[in-house]
């Protein structure tokens, strides 16, 4: 796609989502429409690592829950402005995961998975433990919502656009990557690494680069998600939510940059239909527990069917 | 050994778990020459090669081009000294674009990272040109600009392998290895390749390469190194090493009189 294409789609779809903003009124959906757009964000990182870098993050949770707790515990404990504090916290998940996946590229094989977990699992630890800046198990409260000038993106309504916004920007700035040296460097190492290397292209630094990238993203969803609530505790940011990313992604493809959003969207809604369906099929009220085998017989249905995710059938319809 | 030799290869051996597939070779690559390693299946020619590339590291011995020694395990770190590389079976990216291909091995002349793409900064839009007009004159210089947007995979075995030349003299090399250039060719590509070569050599780059067809490479090369069971057998020009009574016993597998 040429970027004046690219631009125009946005474009399209930033219109679309304004009107959605402007004339939706059930917060019940303006909510997962803003979930759809976290989501994705955090998902389309993910989605490049696993398409391009090749392995699978078992704790992108972890840089969802330092955007949030960066940017939470800066603007309602220190004073911080919203906007810096959003940009410290997206720094912080880019330097954590340059961090972590500094010893993981080096090495071949899997360790990414085993990283990455371990990872989540202490940064959840910290995230209870550390009470006195984070607030504990019970949480933070007193973020503020985010504000330009005297408007402050405190109804679902604006935080959509500003969701949405941040989503569109996202996408754009990957798109621009890659039409670019970096970009082609990475579907290169995607095709063949050993030609990728021998081309110039130092591919740890890549990998590298990408799982930043993905952390910087990720922690820009955490944020928004914290000024969006204004209350945040760890009890979201756990294994389970670094699954579901892994789930969205798998349905909607890797390697692709509409893919995670795609999944992101999925994942959201199927999550909500099964919410709203499992009480009329079953007497009990275990609903939830039943959630958890609806979504792994979807992943395995996928899996089987559609191994390149929603965005590798539109691809083989192109 | 001559002391101004592009590359110099010193008592280079690699053995695998035991096995010595490579046992000390000493030779060198003046600049400006075309050099071929030859000798049977499995006499160690790719296993060289893929040391002085930096793919696989040497049990004993190193590498020197223009003097210093190579780094090792870091074949990125190799290609940008100079040295450009094809592969015994063509390894191209397949869903890219030829002229997509061309570029990557323009990687090492651009500088834009991460930021610099994803905010598409003048000088990342500057040098994105200066890119592609050096991928579009190495287009034309092997004849391939009318295959520019085409996918490399949908392109004959042929043109690909053009494709993956142009990709390896896209960075301006100074020294380019070819493994096995003329494998699956026939007589007439055979021929076209040699004609090449020789193209690439005149604009500047020295050639080492390997292959096991002896017409083609006699013809082509100024100086031939024969190799046998990870050993050199001898070393020298086409002529000499055609008569050579070892020579032909490695190739007609008869012991040497």
Redesign the interface.
């Given at each position: 796609m040429t970027p004046g294409r690219r631009w125009a789609l946005l474009a399209g779809a930033a219109v679309l989502i304004g009107g959605a903003g402007g004339m939706v009124r059930s917060t019940y959906v303006l909510g997962m429409l803003i979930f759809i757009a976290l989501n994705g964000m955090a998902a389309l990182g993910l989605s490049l690592v696993m398409g391009f870098a090749g392995q699978v993050s078992l704790g992108q949770a972890a840089f969802y829950a330092i955007g949030a707790y960066v940017s939470g515990v800066l603007t309602a404990s220190y004073g911080w402005n919203g906007w810096l504090s959003m940009a410290a916290a997206v720094l912080a998940g880019a330097v954590a995961a340059f961090l972590v996946g500094l010893p993981v590229f080096r090495l071949s094989g899997l360790l990414l998975a085993m990283a990455t977990l371990g990872f989540g699992i202490i940064v959840y630890y910290v995230l209870v433990n550390w009470s006195a800046v984070t607030g504990g198990p019970s949480g933070l409260t007193g973020i503020p919502p985010l504000a330009l000038g005297g408007f402050r993106f405190d109804t679902d309504a604006r935080m959509l656009w500003l969701a949405w916004g941040c989503l569109l920007a996202v996408l754009g700035l990957a798109g621009n990557v890659v039409d670019s040296r970096i970009g082609r460097a990475l579907r290169a190492l995607h095709g063949s690494p050993a030609a990728a290397e021998a081309a110039g292209v130092a591919t740890t630094k890549l990998k590298l680069g990408v799982f930043a990238a993905a952390g910087a993203t990720t922690a820009l969803a955490g944020a928004l998600y914290a000024h969006y609530l204004t209350f945040i505790n760890p009890s979201p940011f756990g294994f389970a939510f670094s699954v579901e990313l892994v789930v969205m992604v798998v349905l909607g493809g890797t390697a692709s940059l509409w893919g995670g959003v795609l999944g992101a969207a999925i994942v959201v809604l199927l999550t909500e239909g099964i919410r709203a369906l499992l009480p009329l099929l079953s007497a009990s009220h275990a609903a939830a527990e039943y959630e958890i085998v609806v979504f792994g017989l979807v992943l395995m249905t996928f899996m089987i069917l559609l191994p390149g995710g929603l965005a590798g059938l539109a691809r083989r319809a192109a | 050994m001559s002391a101004g030799a592009l590359l110099d290869v010193q008592g280079l051996g690699k053995e695998f778990g035991g096995l010595t597939a490579v046992r000390a070779v000493d030779f060198a690559v003046e600049a400006g020459q075309i050099k071929a390693l030859i000798g049977p299946n499995g006499a160690g020619k790719t296993t060289i090669f893929n040391m002085i590339?930096g793919?696989i590291e040497p049990t004993r011995g190193r590498v020197l081009f223009e003097g210093e020694p190579l780094p090792v395990r870091r074949?990125?770190?190799v290609?940008?000294r100079g040295i450009?590389?094809t592969?015994q079976l063509v390894?191209?990216?397949?869903?890219?674009t030829v002229l997509?291909n061309v570029?990557?091995?323009c990687?090492?002349r651009?500088r834009?990272?991460?930021a610099g793409?994803?905010?598409?900064t003048r000088r990342?839009r500057e040098?994105?040109k200066r890119?592609r007009e050096r991928a579009w004159q190495v287009l034309a210089w092997l004849g391939l600009e009318d295959r520019a947007h085409r996918p490399a995979a949908l392109l004959p075995y042929g043109e690909q392998r053009l494709v993956e030349m142009g990709?390896?003299l896209a960075?301006g090399p100074r020294l380019l290895l070819l493994d096995e250039p003329g494998a699956g060719l026939n007589a007439e590509e055979h021929a076209r390749l040699a004609a090449l070569i020789r193209k690439v050599r005149e604009a500047g780059t020295t050639v080492l390469l390997v292959d096991h067809h002896m017409d083609f490479v006699m013809g082509l090369s100024d100086e031939v190194l024969v190799l046998s069971y990870g050993e050199k057998l001898t070393e020298g020009l086409p002529r000499d090493v055609r008569r050579d009574p070892a020579v032909i016993a490695a190739y007609l597998g008869v012991e040497a009189a």
């Open positions: - | 590339a793919v074949p990125h770190a290609a940008a450009a590389r592969f390894r191209l990216f397949g869903d890219m997509e570029l990557v091995g990687h090492g651009g834009a990272g991460w793409c994803a905010f598409r990342m040098e994105e890119l990709r390896a960075g």
